[in-house]
């Protein structure tokens, strides 16, 4: 029932849905800190009482199940988007605690939407397949039954759209910190998914990766979320 707090979005979680907040940072003389808003609440439209599962998780992610709502979801830490398996055909339910200001499909495959709210967010939405969309009310969006996968991303800069669609087609599944030799971490994606894969490096990570990565990974140094610890910059790669 607690918000967690996964780089750079706040989740949480009940029996039937997930909720996501990019969170404000607030602050005072005395301390730095930042609530939980649920900016985007994913669940089906018809749910029944049952518990929601962690069915596997590693250093730096979980998959958590929601049985009852068809839904499997692949959080990982430091990714730009959220992603979630639609295991078999379910009508989805996207709500907002603001006001949905528009819901626009992007192409002629209804597989990009763009979401605005009233609090001046805008979140894309990608799926792996036509999915359909209607706009209900002043606060949900429902589908027809779907199945397949769902990547949703906050846009805090619209200069992103283009990398964003770049790299929407490559999720993480899991990942693992290994210590493979001394003064040496490694963190190592396992993907699905075609194409190359985006996350985001936290501030130190950057610095640290700007003298070794020996061309592992690219980095986009203009390509940047905000975070309690400071901007989080896109990496490109596998680790």
């Keep these: 029932t607690q918000a967690e707090y996964i780089h750079p979005y706040l989740i949480k979680t009940s029996n039937f ?3 996501a907040s990019y969170p404000l940072l607030l602050f005072t003389t005395a301390v730095l800190y930042q609530t939980f808003v649920a900016d985007i609440t994913i669940s089906s439209t018809q749910t029944t009482s049952q518990n929601h599962v962690i069915s ?24 730009p988007f959220l992603t979630v398996s639609v295991t ?13 200001v528009s ?21 894309l939405i990608y799926t792996s397949s036509p999915i359909y969309f209607t706009h209900n009310n002043a606060s949900e969006v429902t589908s027809k039954p779907f199945s397949g996968i769902i990547r949703v991303a906050v846009l805090p800069n619209h200069n992103y759209v283009t ?3 770049k790299f929407s087609t490559c999720y993480p599944l899991s990942g693992n910190a290994t210590l493979v030799e001394p003064f040496r971490v490694v963190y190592e994606w396992q993907k699905e998914g075609s194409g190359d894969l985006l996350m985001l ?21 203009d390509f940047k979320y905000r975070s309690i610890d400071g901007d989080l ?3 490109v790669g596998d680790s």
């Design 56 to 79: 596997s998780y590693s250093d730096l992610g979980v998959t958590l199940d929601i049985p009852s709502s068809n839904l499997r979801f692949f959080l990982s830490r430091g990714s």
């Design 88 to 100: 078999s055909p379910t009508s989805l339910s996207i709500t907002t605690v603001h006001t949905i």
């Design 163 to 165: 990398i964003l669609d």
């Design 17 to 19: 849905s997930l909720s």
């Design 103 to 123: 819901l626009s499909s992007n192409d002629d495959n209804n597989t990009k939407y763009t979401l605005k709210l009233n609090n001046t967010q805008t979140w």
């Design 201 to 221: 490096a936290h501030p130190l990570h950057v610095k640290l990766l700007s003298n070794n990565y020996n061309g592992l990974v690219t980095v986009l140094k």
């Design 233 to 235: 910059v896109g990496v």
